[in-house]
């Protein structure tokens, strides 16, 4: 029963984690997409003329489309029109059943595993959800009766099928170096070092086979430079053209959701998933007294510095324009002296003098913290990429998956196994 | 490879090993946009945007804008209903329907005088064709609204009025 509420707890923590960075990242592709082109993306929608930075815009968008005239096309397949946009989200979702969030949290002293399903076999089973993804896209582009539509579901398949050996390939790479499939094991094996000096994280020890992983994970999420299942300017949306209302907007957030697995997984994989680099846990939890002085003092300066970035702008920016929003700043700033308050006021419980069942609480939750931001930088790295590169042509896609990503795939198998055999 | 219908030389550049393999390119392209999110992050006051209901553009003073009749002293039409503008519009955009005038000075007066500026290209050659200076793009105004298409035709009275704004 017990066993139960864990697991329903991280279930809810993982759900929480993804629809809040959803919201997240929909106003960070926007604003940084902006701020890229030079442009001050969206500002407008507010709540009594606050308009934290664009950041209502997602809460606005979303009573948008829940209000909006489910338009649908006549001739649809019925079943499958109404499963495919359930089927994407339930399969974004499902992934991060196997991915470990932080290495165990102690409850009324028992040793909880952060990990929803601690799979033998969890490598593989992240392989074949992520190919499951494609079937919601491929049935949308076949049941909307529409030839755009319908060319976006053959690109999702083709392109799933290109990029899913490649990724493969570079993943038994990495299950050659941690000999396991159990990703618990594999991010465990990372928090050691090589050479003496370097974390044992994937990216060092598998560089190509990272590079491999982290192109074939954006061609996995259709995002750009691999986004060609939507492609907007050659068939219209691609796969979600005949797709209105709230059904759209689940396609939307599914996009949204893969990219924080794809993040997630290669955080975990290559970058140590949970693990802070030169401090594994042990050492956290001999000093967690001094790291948690350090940290709430660091919170306290950075703060302390945002707010002064903040009311320099204030100070500047008077009375511009003359209404509600001449507010925000000084608003913002005096946020941000808040949490710097916060974290002094930490300082006065005497943080240095923190117990052993403090000390674990304060590795599990910096643990925690690493991984998501981890998971956040690749959330942005996805992106930042988008508005970099152009759209690959097809062509160029097929030739990079078959005859680039796959002999690459398989030289990069053979050596790890022969380094693997020698070492 | 081979690009038929292409000039000879124009595509078979031969690409360095570094331009081939992209991943330089890339993260140097990862640079670029990196420099612009920064810098604008950090200089947001000096974004080139316009903050448009609240700021707007300053246009010139030839900046041709919605159209007036201009008045004479006791505020009647200057206009001769002459059809020089309306012959002249490209768009064919004006309708006037002159009329005799009592005073035997002046020869005719328009009845009426509509715009439909729904069809005006603002090309200004209606003021260039008038021979009494009686109709002018001067006011500056350039938006103009109206929630129906019938609404978009205005009248003598309504161009003779110097209060007026876009909305319609």
Not at chain 1, 16 to 26: K, Q, Y
Not at chain 1, 202 to 216: C, D, E, N, R, Y
Not at chain 1, 328 to 354: D, F, Q, S
Request: aromatic share 10%.
């Amino acid at each position: 029963m017990i066993i139960v509420l864990d697991t329903l707890a991280k279930i809810l923590f993982f759900f929480v984690l993804i629809m809040g960075l959803v919201v997240v990242l929909i106003w960070m592709e926007r604003k940084g997409a902006a701020f890229i082109q030079d442009r001050t993306g969206p500002n407008r929608a507010s709540i009594g003329g606050v308009r934290l930075a664009g950041l209502v815009h997602p809460i606005a968008d979303v009573f948008k489309l829940l209000f909006k005239e489910d338009v649908t096309p006549a001739n649809r397949h019925k079943a499958l029109y109404n499963m495919a946009p359930w089927l994407v989200m339930t399969v974004a979702l499902s992934t991060y059943a196997v991915i470990p969030f932080g290495d165990h949290l102690t409850v009324a002293g028992r040793k909880v595993p952060l990990v929803a399903a601690d799979l033998s076999v969890g490598l593989l089973y992240v392989l074949a959800i992520a190919s499951l993804a494609t079937y919601g896209v491929v049935l949308a582009g076949w049941s909307g009766n529409n030839k755009f539509t319908f060319l976006g579901g053959i690109r999702a398949a083709s392109q799933m099928i290109s990029y899913e050996i490649s990724m493969g390939l570079a993943l038994m790479g990495l299950i050659l170096v941690f000999s396991s499939l159990r990703i618990t094991d594999i991010v465990a094996g990372q928090g050691d070092l090589v050479l003496g000096f370097l974390p044992k994280w994937g990216v060092v020890v598998q560089p190509l086979g990272f590079i491999l992983f982290i192109v074939a994970v954006f061609a996995e999420t259709n995002r750009n430079p691999f986004d060609l299942p939507e492609a907007d300017s050659e068939i219209v949306a691609g796969f979600h053209l005949e797709y209105s209302s709230m059904k759209f907007a689940l396609f939307f957030m599914a996009e949204y959701a893969h990219m924080v697995v794809g993040a997630a997984l290669i955080a975990t994989l290559y970058f140590g998933g949970y693990q802070i680099p030169w401090l594994p846990r042990p050492l956290i939890e001999a000093h967690a007294g001094l790291i948690l002085t350090l940290k709430l003092i660091g919170v306290a300066a950075v703060s302390l510095l945002i707010a002064m970035l903040f009311f320099r702008r204030a100070q500047k920016e008077k009375g511009k324009f003359g209404d509600a929003r001449d507010r925000e700043p000084v608003l913002g700033g005096g946020l941000w002296v808040l949490v710097a308050v916060a974290a002094l006021a930490g300082l006065v419980l005497k943080p240095w003098t923190i117990g052993p069942v403090g000390a674990d609480l304060v590795a599990s939750v910096l643990q925690i913290m690493a991984f998501v931001a981890k998971v956040v930088f690749f959330a942005w790295l996805f992106i930042w990429v988008r508005w970099t590169l152009p759209r690959f042509r097809y062509d160029q896609l097929m030739r990079l998956g078959w005859k680039v990503w796959l002999p690459l795939g398989l030289a990069n198998l053979v050596v790890t196994a022969l380094v693997m055999a020698i070492v | 490879m081979s690009f038929e219908g292409l000039p000879k030389g124009s595509c078979d550049k031969k690409r360095s090993f570094r331009d081939s393999i992209y991943l330089w390119e890339v993260l140097r392209g990862l640079g670029v946009t990196a420099k612009h999110l920064v810098w604008n992050i950090l200089h947001t006051d000096q974004m080139p945007t316009m903050q448009y209901p609240e700021e707007k553009r300053v246009y010139g003073d030839r900046f041709r804008g919605r159209h007036r009749l201009m008045q004479r002293q006791d505020g009647s039409p200057v206009c001769v209903a002459c059809q020089m503008c309306s012959t002249y519009c490209p768009a064919d955009c004006i309708t006037i329907v002159g009329a005799e005038h009592p005073d035997p000075k002046i020869e005719k007066y328009p009845i009426s005088f509509e715009i439909d500026l729904l069809r005006c290209v603002y090309c200004g050659l209606c003021e260039e064709a008038c021979p009494c200076d009686a109709i002018r793009l001067d006011t500056g105004i350039y938006e103009i609204a109206a929630d129906s298409r019938e609404k978009f035709i205005v009248d003598k009275e309504f161009l003779l009025d110097n209060h007026t704004d876009g909305t319609l």
